[in-house]
């Protein structure tokens, strides 16, 4: 009896993101190969490293990483329609093979944008693999948009969180999804007494780096203003906070949505509620829990296989 054709739909949620990694090696080594790979935001740029074979690599780096090397990847431009253009980050996926075009792998793979114009979603399923990652992670307040073609394209998060619908259409028959955002609303601006302290604070370069591209008649105002966008207190949150509890509330607003009417065979929602937008140094944590959510749903994967 041939096994159905297993579609993966791994979503969006920033530096959680990494528990993807996580998720997809526990489901190899139950047997459960995914056959499609869909991706949104960093979803996509895991994805995109599961089919180009390079998902070692990016574990390696990921669990080793420091927030100085993060902040390097930050190549801050204030007049591109974000504070950070994301050439440095199409660099970093050359680097590590993630470049090759996405027609020439064995998996279907597909990356959500939105087209910055009509608010239409955007699958990217031919080209250069990375472009379309760029495209996928191009979150608003954040990012500059991507051009591909004659479109301006934003976060895949905007329009499908979760893209179920993408691998359906790709002819998946058998659909797990990867909710990054299901446990995240009603988050206080607090340390739980059991949440791991993060491994190291916020350089003063992201805030300088930031600042080194404004004119100098205003570098010294903005310097005052700068600090604010951090938090300044256990709870008081700061402008990265209600940026990223805004685009929360969004998400799960719109992932509900479309999961009402699209839903997976098999979801699986990590517990991440205490990784932040851009806390891509604690990808250890992340990995481990996407492992954890993997092992808890093995006997309603198994049914489906």
Request: net charge neutral; hydrophobic share 45%.
């Amino acid at each position: 009896m041939q096994r159905p054709r297993i579609g993966l739909a791994l979503g969006s949620g920033s530096a959680r993101g990494w528990s993807h990694i996580g998720i997809i090696d526990s489901l190899i080594e139950a047997g459960i190969e995914p056959d499609i790979v869909c991706g949104t935001s960093i979803g996509a740029l895991v994805g995109a490293a599961y089919v180009a074979g390079q998902l070692t690599k990016l574990r390696q780096w990921a669990e080793a990483v420091t927030w100085r090397e993060i902040v390097g990847l930050m190549d801050f431009r204030l007049s591109s329609g974000g504070l950070i253009e994301g050439k440095l980050v199409v660099e970093f996926l050359r680097g590590l093979g993630i470049a090759g075009s996405i027609e020439s792998y064995a998996k279907l793979y597909a990356a959500v944008a939105t087209d910055l114009i009509t608010g239409r979603e955007i699958w990217l399923q031919s080209g250069p693999i990375h472009e379309a990652v760029r495209a996928s992670i191009a979150l608003p307040g954040i990012f500059s948009p991507a051009r591909i073609g004659d479109k301006w394209l934003l976060d895949g998060g905007l329009a499908n969180p979760v893209p179920v619908s993408v691998c359906r259409a790709l002819g998946a028959e058998v659909i797990i999804a990867v909710n990054l955002n299901g446990d995240l609303l009603g988050r206080r601006f607090e340390t739980e007494p059991d949440a791991p302290a993060t491994a190291e604070p916020v350089p003063s370069e992201l805030l300088g780096r930031v600042l080194s591209q404004l004119p100098a008649a205003v570098r010294e105002q903005a310097a005052q203003i700068a600090p604010r966008l951090l938090p300044r207190g256990p709870s008081t949150p700061g402008y990265f906070d209600v940026l990223a509890n805004a685009i929360n509330i969004m998400q799960d607003h719109i992932t509900r949505t479309r999961l009402a009417g699209e839903p997976p065979h098999v979801m699986l929602v990590p517990r991440l509620r205490n990784i932040g937008l851009m806390e891509f140094n604690r990808a250890k944590e992340a990995i481990v829990e996407g492992r954890t959510c993997v092992e808890e749903a093995l006997p309603m994967l198994r049914r489906y296989m």
